[in-house]
């Protein structure tokens, strides 16, 4: 399935910043080489402090198939690190596995400023490793997830070992946005209708990963002290088998006309979508969302049946994280075309952080 008119993005630049030290505010197609904050300027080159306390970095890997649905995610918070992963019977509907780690500044954590090849992202404690790579060279990103009976809290180990597929898929969408309030500026790159591979044993039970889809997401920034937002990210295949992937977002990364994350991947390409709308009951996750977007483009419903929650009060640092895994459906216009989308997996997100 081919829409008759693609909606391009310009390439993503060498470099966040100008030679005169300027981000490079705007949305692009491809990867961004290496996040290389340092080499802003001027009012946009954070104080010492500033970077200890308001660099914010983390990593995002999800993946899916008919049967199942995988995710983890690295956290550097600059003070503190942490890591989660969770896995979903989708023909059951229900969780098989949900770990959550805290962890301090250091060792335990590493996440590079590569967010495409060479890419390093990993958490490591006693019982526990969530990793992913890609080298330089590589067309795929290697996925390992090692969680001991000890950590899972039950008879059975997380063993999750796969690959998503880089080459044939569709460009990965970048973002150089400036934050709002206390906050300077904001990178995200995000891939989504990758091809997945590899197997996942967890609950005591085994599934393959081929034949799947995947993304990711890598972001890092000098974000504001207050920062909160709805997400939505989604991959899997329409009903004729082409690869899938949606990344939508409110409340964050838009405070700029040129900045906007909202995007569909369909086979090996990528289009931009308008600003998105989150409807949804805030004391009640599990009930159903709605999604849209500003120009009508995008319409969908979401359900779910199982939560992943994170929420921390220590003072001064609060989070509250929710992020709900289940199914979408609904459609989606592209040019001319309207997709139908029907037990599509994936997650959304409600966090308001004081970080």
Excluded at 114 to 140: M, Q, V
Excluded at 271 to 286: G, I
Excluded at 337 to 342: A, G, I, V
């Amino acid at each position: 399935m081919t829409p008759e008119k693609d909606a391009l993005l310009p390439l993503a630049p060498e470099s966040v910043a100008t030679t005169q030290g300027e981000p490079r505010f705007g949305t692009y197609q491809g990867e961004l080489p290496e996040v290389d904050l340092p080499r802003l300027l001027g009012k946009w080159a954070p104080a010492r402090t500033t970077r200890l306390l308001k660099r914010k970095r983390w990593h995002y890997t999800f993946t899916a198939t008919q049967e199942v649905a995988a995710l983890f995610a690295v956290v550097d918070l600059g003070y503190s690190s942490s890591a989660f992963a969770v896995a979903i019977d989708l023909r059951e509907r229900k969780v098989l596995c949900d770990v959550s780690f805290l962890g301090a500044p250091g060792p335990m954590v590493s996440l590079g400023d590569k967010p495409g090849a060479g890419l390093n992202a990993s958490f490591r404690t006693l019982g526990g490793k969530l990793a992913i790579r890609r080298g330089e060279e590589d067309e795929r990103y290697q996925v390992q997830v090692d969680v001991s009976r000890m950590r899972t809290g039950s008879l059975n180990t997380f063993q999750w070992n796969g690959e998503l597929l880089v080459a044939g898929g569709p460009p990965a969408l970048t973002v150089i946005a400036p934050v709002q309030g206390d906050g300077l500026v904001n990178v995200t790159m995000k891939r989504n209708g990758l091809l997945s591979f590899g197997s996942l044993e967890v609950g005591g039970k085994r599934f393959r990963l081929d034949g799947g889809v995947g993304g990711i997401d890598y972001t890092q920034g000098y974000l504001a002290r207050h920062t909160a937002w709805r997400w939505a990210f989604a991959s899997g295949r329409l009903a004729d088998g082409t690869p899938i992937g949606l990344n939508l977002v409110e409340g964050f990364n838009e405070s700029a006309t040129e900045a906007n994350e909202n995007a569909l991947w369909l086979g090996d390409r990528l289009y931009p979508l308008a600003r998105a709308r989150f409807e949804y009951d805030t004391k009640n996750l599990m009930a159903p969302w709605r999604l849209t977007t500003a120009d009508g483009a995008l319409d969908l419903r979401f359900q779910p049946f199982y939560v992943h929650r994170e929420e921390r009060n220590l003072r001064l640092v609060i989070s509250h994280f929710a992020q709900p895994v289940g199914l979408f459906e609904g459609t989606v216009k592209v040019g001319s075309k309207t997709l139908q989308l029907s037990n599509l997996p994936g997650v959304t997100e409600d966090q308001d952080m004081l970080w």
